[in-house]
């Protein structure tokens, strides 16, 4: 990686481990082949290699190869279940639960399948970012067909009761699928015994490339099924067609073997170098504040709210050194606050003054050191520029100012 520049963005994307890397290589100018090509040696080779990577990432999981279905990415495995689903079982009922913070691809899939006349229930967190069980399973109807509620969520870490919440899905008799992007790889994740019977997660958020995913679909107890979302050579078991992105499926492969071999000893030395990354900020800094459960979240990521610094302006005082996501989403007109932070709770200034600090595989114990300097150092530096943050240290209470509109 670039020299000297510190990445902690590993929820946005994980560099390419370089094993997988030289596990893919053969794939491009070596082997060819077209997995589907049934009629000579290279399809053959190809259509081998697939199943290996399939056996490996099943095992990731604990399922069988056969209920794994390769895609283009989570996005695309989000959009196949829900839209799928829906389609499958659109007789049965066309009510869909899901949560306010989850990710893009599955609000904007359920956006659309409401057009299609779904009817979609968007359930509120709690200010640690977890579910109400209560309010889920009162939400439940007889025309209820799916719960859709992330494993952990992108920006906060935050895992929801999975255990619990397949619990009441089974007692309930509906379809429960998960977008499992940011946990598979990086904590035990075990649908099955989760009760989830469709499961979405993608390569490049564990070690592995960009451009190819999985959706697990359970085969047995319930047989699930969903329509395709791509039409065509009747690829996955009908369920997505397109030729098969054979260097990208080996390389997800080497990346499930790799992440079930040491995701246990990188979570373990990740918590200790995020805990000391926040106890550090919290101790040297007034006002730090952090967002989403502290018990029950991803051991490598933190978000962190510096009450009156504006994130993406504090982001400017250290991006030469430190790749990091802001709680800020650029929109071309103006700079809106991250839903699922507000969704916990926060106002908009501390959802607009916070940092996502995501680790992992490759961060050094002296990259945390390095950042705790230069994210410490920003802060003050912003604080001491601020108006507002004299006004609060002079004891103003600034809910009760009136601001002038321009
Ligand atoms: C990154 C991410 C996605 C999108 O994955 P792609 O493979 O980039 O399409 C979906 N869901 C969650 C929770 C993510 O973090």
Redesign the pocket.
């Given at each position: 990686m670039e020299d000297n520049l510190i990445y902690f963005d590993n929820?946005?994307?994980t560099p390419c481990d370089p094993r997988v890397v030289d596990a893919m290589l053969p794939w491009f100018y070596q082997n060819p082949g077209n997995a589907a090509s049934r009629s000579h040696a290279f399809g053959w080779k190809a259509e081998e290699a697939v199943d290996y990577a399939r056996e490996q990432v099943a095992n990731l999981i604990n399922v069988e190869s056969k209920e794994i279905i390769f895609t283009?990415?989570?996005?695309?495995s989000?959009n196949l279940a829900i839209k799928g689903v829906f389609e499958m079982y659109g007789r049965k009922g066309n009510h869909i639960i899901t949560l306010t913070t989850e990710?893009k691809?599955?609000l904007d899939a359920c956006d659309k399948v409401e057009k299609m006349g779904a009817d979609v229930t968007y359930l509120e967190v709690n200010n640690e970012g977890l579910v109400d069980l209560k309010a889920l399973e009162d939400a439940i109807t007889d025309k209820t067909i799916l719960v859709s509620i992330?494993w952990a969520?992108?920006e906060t870490g935050v895992i929801q009761p999975m255990k619990e919440i397949g619990e009441i899905c089974a007692k309930k008799g509906v379809l429960f699928f998960s977008?499992a992007?940011?946990a598979v790889g990086k904590i035990p994740v075990d649908p099955k015994e989760t009760g989830v019977h469709l499961m979405?997660f993608?390569?490049?958020?564990m070690y592995g490339p960009?451009g190819v995913?999985a959706l697990f679909v359970n085969r047995k107890k319930p047989r699930v099924k969903v329509v395709a979302q791509m039409d065509g050579g009747g690829h996955e078991r009908g369920m997505r067609s397109g030729t098969l992105n054979v260097p990208g499926i080996v390389g997800f492969g080497k990346a499930a073997e790799l992440a079930k071999q040491e995701m246990a000893a990188d979570a373990a030395r990740l918590s200790v170098l995020r805990d000391k990354l926040e106890s550090a900020l919290e101790s040297r800094l007034e006002e730090v504040y952090v967002n989403g459960s502290r018990t029950h979240r991803m051991p490598h990521v933190t978000n962190i709210s510096f009450k009156h610094v504006e994130g993406e302006g504090l982001m400017m005082t250290f991006n030469e050194n430190i790749a990091v996501s802001s709680g800020s989403a650029c929109t071309s007109a103006s700079l809106e606050p991250s839903y699922v932070l507000v969704a916990l709770g926060l106002g908009d200034d501390l959802a607009h003054s916070s940092i996502r600090f995501s680790l992992g595989r490759f961060t050094k114990e002296e990259e945390i050191d390095r950042a705790i300097e230069l994210v410490a150092n920003g802060v003050t530096h912003m604080r001491d520029l601020s108006p507002i943050w004299e006004m609060y240290k002079e004891g103003v209470d600034l809910d009760s100012v009136q601001w002038q509109e321009h």
């Amino acid at each position: 990686m670039e020299d000297n520049l510190i990445y902690f963005d590993n929820n946005s994307t994980t560099p390419c481990d370089p094993r997988v890397v030289d596990a893919m290589l053969p794939w491009f100018y070596q082997n060819p082949g077209n997995a589907a090509s049934r009629s000579h040696a290279f399809g053959w080779k190809a259509e081998e290699a697939v199943d290996y990577a399939r056996e490996q990432v099943a095992n990731l999981i604990n399922v069988e190869s056969k209920e794994i279905i390769f895609t283009s990415g989570a996005t695309e495995s989000d959009n196949l279940a829900i839209k799928g689903v829906f389609e499958m079982y659109g007789r049965k009922g066309n009510h869909i639960i899901t949560l306010t913070t989850e990710h893009k691809a599955v609000l904007d899939a359920c956006d659309k399948v409401e057009k299609m006349g779904a009817d979609v229930t968007y359930l509120e967190v709690n200010n640690e970012g977890l579910v109400d069980l209560k309010a889920l399973e009162d939400a439940i109807t007889d025309k209820t067909i799916l719960v859709s509620i992330m494993w952990a969520n992108n920006e906060t870490g935050v895992i929801q009761p999975m255990k619990e919440i397949g619990e009441i899905c089974a007692k309930k008799g509906v379809l429960f699928f998960s977008d499992a992007t940011q946990a598979v790889g990086k904590i035990p994740v075990d649908p099955k015994e989760t009760g989830v019977h469709l499961m979405a997660f993608t390569g490049h958020k564990m070690y592995g490339p960009k451009g190819v995913g999985a959706l697990f679909v359970n085969r047995k107890k319930p047989r699930v099924k969903v329509v395709a979302q791509m039409d065509g050579g009747g690829h996955e078991r009908g369920m997505r067609s397109g030729t098969l992105n054979v260097p990208g499926i080996v390389g997800f492969g080497k990346a499930a073997e790799l992440a079930k071999q040491e995701m246990a000893a990188d979570a373990a030395r990740l918590s200790v170098l995020r805990d000391k990354l926040e106890s550090a900020l919290e101790s040297r800094l007034e006002e730090v504040y952090v967002n989403g459960s502290r018990t029950h979240r991803m051991p490598h990521v933190t978000n962190i709210s510096f009450k009156h610094v504006e994130g993406e302006g504090l982001m400017m005082t250290f991006n030469e050194n430190i790749a990091v996501s802001s709680g800020s989403a650029c929109t071309s007109a103006s700079l809106e606050p991250s839903y699922v932070l507000v969704a916990l709770g926060l106002g908009d200034d501390l959802a607009h003054s916070s940092i996502r600090f995501s680790l992992g595989r490759f961060t050094k114990e002296e990259e945390i050191d390095r950042a705790i300097e230069l994210v410490a150092n920003g802060v003050t530096h912003m604080r001491d520029l601020s108006p507002i943050w004299e006004m609060y240290k002079e004891g103003v209470d600034l809910d009760s100012v009136q601001w002038q509109e321009h």
